[in-house]
C-alpha cells in the first residue's frame, strides 16, 4: 500500500475511535479504501506488463536495421 493512502487509512482510524464518523460514512470509507488498494493493484500489474512488452522490442542493431531498411 503506498505511503498516501497509510496516511488516510491512520487519519480514519483515528477519526474512527472519536466516534466522530456514522456507520454510513464509515462503511464509505472503508469501500473506498479497499477500492484504492484493488486499483493500486491493478496499477502494478499494468505497469509491469508495459515494462514487459516494452523489453520484447526489437533489439536489432541501429546499423543492421538501417541496412534492412534500405
Known sequence: ????????QERY???KGQSVLDEA???LFADLFAEAERLQAS???LRRTI???SSKES????????ALYE
Do not use: P, V, Y
Open 43 to 45: 496499477n502494478l500489474t
Open 13 to 15: 482510524e483515528r477519526l
Open 59 to 66: 533489439r536489432m542493431s541501429t546499423k543492421l536495421r538501417d
Open 1 to 8: 500500500m503506498s505511503e498516501a493512502i497509510s496516511e488516510l
Open 51 to 53: 515494462l514487459k512488452s
Open 25 to 27: 460514512a464509515q462503511a
